[in-house]
């Protein structure tokens, strides 16, 4: 079992930059492959990035590709969202999920663990 909580979130303006931080519970984080998800309001959640257990690989949505960078710290059990030039299209609530096993996934559906979210606003 592993506690998602998420922080940072927030309103900023068009090309600035927020860092989403998401602490988990349990003394087996990194065993836990973790994403970054968001949803929009009248969309579904959708993939944002996603990061193995030992962070050496990662995989990301094409429109956030070289602007969102995903990290973890394995000894803060702390799982990380860097959004620079962020757009009004980034608006969403971003969810922390975290799934067993070492392959990276897309699928919402393969995330077994979930935080409450944090709201991200970006004004034009």
């Known amino acids: 079992q592993v506690q998602l909580v998420e922080s940072g979130g927030g309103l900023v303006q068009a090309g600035g930059s927020l860092r989403l931080s998401c602490a988990a519970s349990?003394?087996?984080?990194?065993?836990?492959?973790m994403g970054w998800f968001r949803q929009a309001p009248g969309k579904e959640r959708e993939f944002v990035a996603a990061?193995?257990?030992?962070?050496?690989?990662?995989d990301y949505q094409d429109s956030v590709k070289g602007r969102f960078t995903i990290s973890r710290e394995n000894a803060k059990n702390t799982v990380y969202l860097q959004m620079n030039s962020l757009k009004p299209e980034d608006t969403a609530v971003y969810f922390c999920?975290?799934?067993?096993?070492?392959?990276?996934?897309?699928?919402?559906?393969?995330?077994?663990?979930w935080g409450q979210g944090t709201q991200v606003t970006v004004s034009s």
């Open positions: 349990g003394r087996t984080f990194s065993s836990y492959t």
């Open positions: 999920a975290a799934k067993t096993g070492i392959f990276l996934e897309r699928s919402r559906l393969a995330f077994g663990y």
């Open positions: 990061v193995t257990g030992n962070g050496g690989t990662t």
